[in-house]
Protein backbone atom coordinates (compact mmCIF):
# COMPACT_ATOMS: atom_id res chain seq x y z
CA UNK A 1 0.00 0.00 0.00
CA UNK A 2 1.20 3.54 -0.98
CA UNK A 3 1.22 6.20 1.88
CA UNK A 4 1.78 10.43 2.40
CA UNK A 5 3.88 10.42 5.22
CA UNK A 6 5.67 13.65 6.77
CA UNK A 7 9.32 14.99 5.06
CA UNK A 8 12.08 13.68 6.82
CA UNK A 9 16.00 13.99 6.95
CA UNK A 10 17.08 10.23 5.80
CA UNK A 11 14.42 11.11 2.69
CA UNK A 12 16.37 14.47 1.80
CA UNK A 13 18.52 12.51 -0.98
CA UNK A 14 15.60 10.64 -2.64
CA UNK A 15 13.53 13.86 -2.61
CA UNK A 16 16.81 15.61 -4.89
CA UNK A 17 17.02 13.43 -7.06
CA UNK A 18 13.07 13.48 -7.56
CA UNK A 19 13.80 17.61 -8.04
CA UNK A 20 16.98 17.27 -10.32
CA UNK A 21 14.87 14.87 -12.51
CA UNK A 22 11.97 16.60 -12.69
CA UNK A 23 11.87 20.02 -12.03
CA UNK A 24 15.44 21.32 -12.65
CA UNK A 25 15.17 18.72 -15.94
CA UNK A 26 18.90 17.33 -15.36
CA UNK A 27 20.06 13.45 -15.85
CA UNK A 28 23.13 13.82 -13.78
CA UNK A 29 22.60 12.96 -10.48
CA UNK A 30 21.59 15.58 -7.69
CA UNK A 31 24.56 17.33 -6.31
CA UNK A 32 25.47 17.50 -2.66
CA UNK A 33 24.69 20.91 -1.94
CA UNK A 34 20.60 20.57 -3.35
CA UNK A 35 20.51 17.45 -0.83
CA UNK A 36 21.77 19.70 2.02
CA UNK A 37 19.53 22.74 1.00
CA UNK A 38 16.66 20.39 0.52
CA UNK A 39 17.15 19.36 4.35
CA UNK A 40 17.64 22.66 5.83
CA UNK A 41 15.24 24.49 4.22
CA UNK A 42 12.03 22.24 4.88
CA UNK A 43 13.28 20.57 8.05
CA UNK A 44 15.74 23.25 9.73
CA UNK A 45 14.31 26.58 10.10
CA UNK A 46 12.89 27.82 12.80
CA UNK A 47 9.58 29.15 11.31
CA UNK A 48 8.21 25.49 10.97
CA UNK A 49 4.86 25.28 12.29
CA UNK A 50 3.09 22.84 14.42
CA UNK A 51 1.91 20.18 12.40
CA UNK A 52 2.85 21.96 9.24
CA UNK A 53 5.13 20.27 7.39
CA UNK A 54 6.59 19.24 4.10
CA UNK A 55 5.05 15.46 2.76
CA UNK A 56 6.39 12.46 0.88
CA UNK A 57 4.24 9.84 -1.25
CA UNK A 58 5.88 6.50 -0.68
CA UNK A 59 5.03 4.14 -3.44
CA UNK A 60 4.30 0.05 -2.67
CA UNK A 61 7.48 -0.78 -3.29
CA UNK A 62 8.61 1.87 -0.42
CA UNK A 63 10.16 4.02 -2.70
CA UNK A 64 9.85 7.85 -2.63
CA UNK A 65 7.65 8.41 -5.38
CA UNK A 66 6.35 12.14 -4.87
CA UNK A 67 7.39 14.89 -2.55
CA UNK A 68 5.18 18.22 -1.44
CA UNK A 69 7.57 21.35 -0.11
CA UNK A 70 5.58 23.35 2.75
CA UNK A 71 7.07 25.80 4.68
CA UNK A 72 5.08 27.70 6.95
CA UNK A 73 4.43 31.66 7.20
CA UNK A 74 3.01 33.60 10.22
CA UNK A 75 0.61 36.40 8.79
CA UNK A 76 -2.00 38.85 10.18
CA UNK A 77 -5.40 39.50 8.72
CA UNK A 78 -7.06 42.94 10.59
CA UNK A 79 -4.94 42.66 13.32
CA UNK A 80 -5.82 38.42 13.85
CA UNK A 81 -2.64 36.17 13.80
CA UNK A 82 -2.49 33.27 10.90
CA UNK A 83 -0.50 30.43 10.09
CA UNK A 84 -0.18 29.96 6.36
CA UNK A 85 1.57 27.09 4.53
CA UNK A 86 2.83 28.10 1.36
CA UNK A 87 3.34 25.17 -1.35
CA UNK A 88 6.38 24.83 -3.09
CA UNK A 89 7.48 21.57 -5.17
CA UNK A 90 4.92 19.30 -5.58
CA UNK A 91 6.37 16.15 -7.64
CA UNK A 92 4.92 12.99 -8.29
CA UNK A 93 6.81 10.24 -10.69
CA UNK A 94 5.46 7.19 -12.21
CA UNK A 95 2.23 8.80 -13.02
CA UNK A 96 1.77 5.44 -15.02
CA UNK A 97 2.03 3.13 -11.75
CA UNK A 98 0.17 5.59 -9.04
CA UNK A 99 -1.77 8.13 -11.15
CA UNK A 100 -3.25 9.34 -7.90
CA UNK A 101 -0.14 10.33 -6.20
CA UNK A 102 0.28 13.99 -6.78
CA UNK A 103 -3.65 14.52 -5.93
CA UNK A 104 -3.15 12.23 -2.57
CA UNK A 105 -0.15 14.37 -1.81
CA UNK A 106 -1.81 18.12 -2.09
CA UNK A 107 -5.04 17.22 -0.36
CA UNK A 108 -3.05 15.49 2.77
CA UNK A 109 -1.56 19.27 2.67
CA UNK A 110 -4.80 21.32 2.17
CA UNK A 111 -5.74 18.91 5.10
CA UNK A 112 -2.99 20.15 7.44
CA UNK A 113 -3.91 22.72 10.52
CA UNK A 114 -3.22 25.74 8.66
CA UNK A 115 -5.48 28.69 8.06
CA UNK A 116 -4.30 29.62 5.17
CA UNK A 117 -2.63 26.81 2.25
CA UNK A 118 -1.20 28.80 -1.13
CA UNK A 119 1.32 28.57 -3.90
CA UNK A 120 2.06 31.06 -6.74
CA UNK A 121 3.72 28.39 -8.97
CA UNK A 122 1.04 26.48 -9.75
CA UNK A 123 1.13 24.90 -13.32
CA UNK A 124 -1.53 23.77 -15.26
CA UNK A 125 -2.20 19.79 -13.87
CA UNK A 126 -1.40 21.36 -10.04
CA UNK A 127 -3.79 24.18 -10.69
CA UNK A 128 -6.69 21.34 -11.87
CA UNK A 129 -5.58 19.78 -8.90
CA UNK A 130 -6.20 22.26 -6.41
CA UNK A 131 -9.43 23.62 -7.74
CA UNK A 132 -11.25 20.08 -7.38
CA UNK A 133 -9.72 20.49 -3.95
CA UNK A 134 -11.81 23.25 -4.00
CA UNK A 135 -8.76 25.72 -4.35
CA UNK A 136 -9.28 29.28 -5.69
CA UNK A 137 -6.94 30.24 -8.45
CA UNK A 138 -6.79 34.01 -8.13
CA UNK A 139 -6.39 35.65 -11.75
CA UNK A 140 -4.79 39.52 -10.72
CA UNK A 141 -1.88 37.88 -8.82
CA UNK A 142 -1.20 35.18 -11.43
CA UNK A 143 1.12 36.60 -14.29
CA UNK A 144 4.32 37.85 -14.83
CA UNK A 145 4.75 41.16 -16.06
CA UNK A 146 8.05 42.10 -18.97
CA UNK A 147 9.17 45.38 -19.43
CA UNK A 148 11.13 45.56 -22.84
CA UNK A 149 14.29 48.25 -22.35
CA UNK A 150 16.78 47.48 -24.68
CA UNK A 151 15.02 45.46 -27.22
CA UNK A 152 17.55 44.06 -29.72
CA UNK A 153 19.38 42.93 -26.29
CA UNK A 154 16.18 41.68 -24.58
CA UNK A 155 15.48 39.66 -27.56
CA UNK A 156 18.68 38.33 -27.92
CA UNK A 157 18.50 37.37 -24.27
CA UNK A 158 15.36 35.32 -25.13
CA UNK A 159 17.20 33.36 -27.37
CA UNK A 160 19.84 32.72 -25.56
CA UNK A 161 17.69 30.62 -23.36
CA UNK A 162 17.76 28.07 -25.64
CA UNK A 163 20.86 28.60 -27.99
CA UNK A 164 23.75 30.62 -25.79
CA UNK A 165 26.39 31.13 -28.15
CA UNK A 166 23.69 33.57 -29.44
CA UNK A 167 25.01 36.43 -26.63
CA UNK A 168 27.84 37.09 -29.19
CA UNK A 169 25.81 39.36 -31.25
CA UNK A 170 25.30 41.46 -27.66
CA UNK A 171 27.85 44.32 -28.96
CA UNK A 172 25.74 44.44 -32.64
CA UNK A 173 22.48 44.72 -30.22
CA UNK A 174 24.33 47.25 -27.79
CA UNK A 175 24.59 49.63 -30.90
CA UNK A 176 20.88 49.05 -32.36
CA UNK A 177 19.85 50.09 -29.28
CA UNK A 178 22.11 52.91 -28.81
CA UNK A 179 20.83 54.22 -32.07
CA UNK A 180 17.18 53.48 -31.04
CA UNK A 181 17.73 55.31 -27.99
CA UNK A 182 19.26 58.44 -28.95
CA UNK A 183 16.62 58.92 -31.35
CA UNK A 184 14.11 59.41 -27.85
CA UNK A 185 13.19 62.82 -27.26
CA UNK A 186 12.71 64.18 -23.58
CA UNK A 187 9.48 62.54 -21.62
CA UNK A 188 9.07 59.68 -24.66
CA UNK A 189 8.25 55.97 -23.03
CA UNK A 190 7.90 53.79 -25.71
CA UNK A 191 6.72 50.46 -25.65
CA UNK A 192 10.36 48.80 -25.95
CA UNK A 193 12.80 51.11 -25.31
CA UNK A 194 13.50 53.11 -22.10
CA UNK A 195 16.44 56.25 -21.36
CA UNK A 196 19.12 55.51 -19.04
CA UNK A 197 19.20 59.44 -18.81
CA UNK A 198 15.99 60.26 -17.72
CA UNK A 199 15.21 59.79 -14.01
CA UNK A 200 11.70 59.59 -13.22
CA UNK A 201 10.73 62.82 -12.30
CA UNK A 202 7.94 62.27 -9.33
CA UNK A 203 10.33 60.38 -7.25
CA UNK A 204 14.30 59.58 -7.40
CA UNK A 205 15.60 55.93 -6.07
CA UNK A 206 18.26 55.21 -3.63
CA UNK A 207 20.33 51.95 -2.96
CA UNK A 208 20.10 50.83 0.67
CA UNK A 209 21.27 47.36 2.35
CA UNK A 210 18.93 44.22 2.69
CA UNK A 211 18.14 45.06 6.51
CA UNK A 212 16.79 48.69 5.33
CA UNK A 213 14.69 47.10 2.25
CA UNK A 214 13.31 44.88 5.24
CA UNK A 215 12.40 47.66 7.57
CA UNK A 216 10.54 49.04 5.04
CA UNK A 217 8.18 45.78 4.41
CA UNK A 218 5.66 46.27 7.57
CA UNK A 219 4.97 50.12 6.50
CA UNK A 220 4.36 50.13 3.19
CA UNK A 221 2.02 46.82 3.63
CA UNK A 222 0.27 48.00 6.09
CA UNK A 223 -2.86 48.90 3.95
CA UNK A 224 -3.26 45.28 2.97
CA UNK A 225 -5.75 43.23 5.42
CA UNK A 226 -3.97 40.17 5.07
CA UNK A 227 -0.32 40.56 4.96
CA UNK A 228 2.98 38.48 6.23
CA UNK A 229 3.51 38.77 10.60
CA UNK A 230 7.19 40.56 8.92
CA UNK A 231 8.31 41.15 12.17
CA UNK A 232 8.14 37.24 13.18
CA UNK A 233 9.54 36.22 9.94
CA UNK A 234 13.53 35.28 9.47
CA UNK A 235 14.08 38.45 6.97
CA UNK A 236 17.63 38.39 7.11
CA UNK A 237 18.08 34.41 5.88
CA UNK A 238 15.12 34.56 3.30
CA UNK A 239 16.93 37.58 1.89
CA UNK A 240 20.17 35.99 1.72
CA UNK A 241 18.69 32.79 0.38
CA UNK A 242 17.22 35.42 -2.40
CA UNK A 243 20.49 36.51 -3.20
CA UNK A 244 22.63 33.79 -3.79
CA UNK A 245 21.36 32.98 -7.36
CA UNK A 246 24.66 34.45 -9.35
CA UNK A 247 23.04 33.67 -12.90
CA UNK A 248 20.83 36.22 -12.29
CA UNK A 249 23.34 39.12 -10.67
CA UNK A 250 23.24 41.15 -7.70
CA UNK A 251 20.09 41.46 -5.66
CA UNK A 252 19.47 45.31 -5.77
CA UNK A 253 17.48 46.94 -2.87
CA UNK A 254 16.30 50.85 -3.41
CA UNK A 255 14.09 53.16 -1.60
CA UNK A 256 11.64 55.69 -3.31
CA UNK A 257 11.23 58.83 -2.11
CA UNK A 258 9.47 62.03 -3.49
CA UNK A 259 11.54 65.29 -3.50
CA UNK A 260 10.86 66.18 -0.24
CA UNK A 261 12.05 63.05 1.25
CA UNK A 262 9.00 61.30 1.64
CA UNK A 263 9.39 57.51 1.08
CA UNK A 264 6.35 56.34 -0.92
CA UNK A 265 8.27 52.74 -1.67
CA UNK A 266 10.83 50.00 -2.35
CA UNK A 267 11.87 47.45 -4.96
CA UNK A 268 14.12 44.59 -4.72
CA UNK A 269 15.23 42.92 -8.49
CA UNK A 270 18.39 41.09 -9.52
CA UNK A 271 20.84 43.04 -11.63
CA UNK A 272 23.26 42.14 -14.54
CA UNK A 273 24.26 44.73 -17.38
CA UNK A 274 22.84 43.22 -20.36
CA UNK A 275 20.33 40.51 -19.13
CA UNK A 276 16.53 40.42 -17.99
CA UNK A 277 16.82 41.72 -14.66
CA UNK A 278 13.93 39.07 -12.33
CA UNK A 279 12.32 41.55 -9.78
CA UNK A 280 11.86 40.05 -6.50
CA UNK A 281 9.26 43.41 -4.75
CA UNK A 282 8.24 45.71 -5.26
CA UNK A 283 6.05 47.96 -2.38
CA UNK A 284 4.20 50.70 -3.09
CA UNK A 285 1.84 53.44 -0.99
CA UNK A 286 -1.89 53.72 -1.97
CA UNK A 287 -1.55 56.29 -5.32
CA UNK A 288 2.29 55.54 -5.64
CA UNK A 289 2.50 52.70 -7.59
CA UNK A 290 3.39 54.74 -10.88
CA UNK A 291 6.07 56.38 -9.49
CA UNK A 292 7.64 53.32 -8.08
CA UNK A 293 7.09 51.52 -11.02
CA UNK A 294 8.87 54.48 -13.02
CA UNK A 295 11.88 54.87 -10.58
CA UNK A 296 12.86 51.12 -10.80
CA UNK A 297 12.54 50.85 -15.09
CA UNK A 298 14.62 53.88 -14.67
CA UNK A 299 17.33 52.28 -11.72
CA UNK A 300 17.09 49.17 -14.66
CA UNK A 301 17.99 51.31 -17.47
CA UNK A 302 20.86 53.06 -15.85
CA UNK A 303 22.79 49.59 -14.96
CA UNK A 304 21.99 48.60 -18.42
CA UNK A 305 19.20 45.72 -17.53
CA UNK A 306 17.60 45.07 -21.67
CA UNK A 307 14.45 43.98 -20.08
CA UNK A 308 12.90 43.34 -16.16
CA UNK A 309 10.52 40.11 -15.13
CA UNK A 310 8.75 40.39 -12.00
CA UNK A 311 5.18 39.06 -10.67
CA UNK A 312 1.88 40.93 -10.50
CA UNK A 313 0.13 41.91 -7.36
CA UNK A 314 -3.19 43.63 -7.61
CA UNK A 315 -2.09 46.89 -6.31
CA UNK A 316 0.07 47.85 -8.67
CA UNK A 317 -2.17 46.44 -12.19
CA UNK A 318 -3.50 49.72 -12.93
CA UNK A 319 -0.39 51.70 -13.00
CA UNK A 320 1.17 49.05 -14.96
CA UNK A 321 -1.37 49.20 -17.35
CA UNK A 322 -0.34 52.79 -18.94
CA UNK A 323 3.42 51.67 -18.56
CA UNK A 324 4.39 49.46 -21.73
CA UNK A 325 4.26 45.97 -20.21
CA UNK A 326 3.14 42.71 -21.30
CA UNK A 327 1.59 40.35 -18.93
CA UNK A 328 2.37 36.25 -19.63
CA UNK A 329 0.51 33.58 -17.86
CA UNK A 330 3.52 31.46 -16.18
CA UNK A 331 2.04 29.76 -13.03
CA UNK A 332 -1.07 30.61 -11.06
CA UNK A 333 -1.23 31.67 -7.60
CA UNK A 334 -4.14 29.10 -5.92
CA UNK A 335 -5.66 29.23 -2.26
CA UNK A 336 -7.37 27.40 0.00
CA UNK A 337 -8.75 28.09 3.09
CA UNK A 338 -12.17 27.03 5.38
CA UNK A 339 -12.66 30.65 6.43
CA UNK A 340 -14.50 32.67 4.69
CA UNK A 341 -13.25 35.92 5.71
CA UNK A 342 -9.96 34.88 4.43
CA UNK A 343 -10.72 33.82 1.06
CA UNK A 344 -13.09 37.62 0.69
CA UNK A 345 -9.72 39.21 1.13
CA UNK A 346 -7.94 36.56 -1.08
CA UNK A 347 -10.86 37.29 -3.89
CA UNK A 348 -11.06 41.01 -3.63
CA UNK A 349 -7.48 41.67 -3.92
CA UNK A 350 -6.56 42.59 -0.10
CA UNK A 351 -3.88 40.83 0.48
CA UNK A 352 -0.33 41.06 0.34
CA UNK A 353 0.70 37.29 -1.57
CA UNK A 354 4.27 37.00 -3.89
CA UNK A 355 7.56 37.46 -3.59
CA UNK A 356 8.96 37.36 0.04
CA UNK A 357 5.44 36.27 1.11
CA UNK A 358 5.64 33.11 -0.86
CA UNK A 359 8.57 30.99 -2.43
CA UNK A 360 10.51 33.04 -5.25
CA UNK A 361 12.72 34.42 -2.82
CA UNK A 362 14.42 30.26 -2.27
CA UNK A 363 17.12 29.25 -4.03
CA UNK A 364 14.87 25.86 -5.37
CA UNK A 365 13.12 28.54 -7.54
CA UNK A 366 16.02 29.63 -10.13
CA UNK A 367 19.18 29.05 -7.55
CA UNK A 368 22.66 27.34 -8.79
CA UNK A 369 23.91 23.29 -6.37
CA UNK A 370 26.64 22.72 -8.72
Same mark, same amino acid.
Given at each position: MSLVRPFEAADAEAVASLFQRMLRKLRAPAPAALTAYIRDFYLETPER???????????????????????????????????????????ADGRDRDPMAGARLLKAFVDGPQDLSFSETANAVSTRLWTRLRGVVLPQYSLDWVRVIRPAGFAIELAAGRAGPLRLLKPAAAAFDGLLRRSLKPGDRRWAVARESEPAKAAHASEIDGAGFASLLEPLSAQFALRPAWRDMPLERMLADAAARPDLGALVFSRVETPNGAVIGAFAYHARAGRIGRVLQV?????? &? =?????????? $???? !? %?? @????????????????????????????????? &? =?????????? $???? !? %?? @????????GGRFD
Open positions: GDGIASLVHVDDTGRISGFVGVHALLMILDGRPLRAAVCGSLMLARPGQ &A =GAVLDSLVDD $AARR !G %LC @GLRGRTQPALLEAMLTRKLAFVPVASSVVHARD &A =GILHALKTQQ $AFLN !G %LA @GENWSRLI
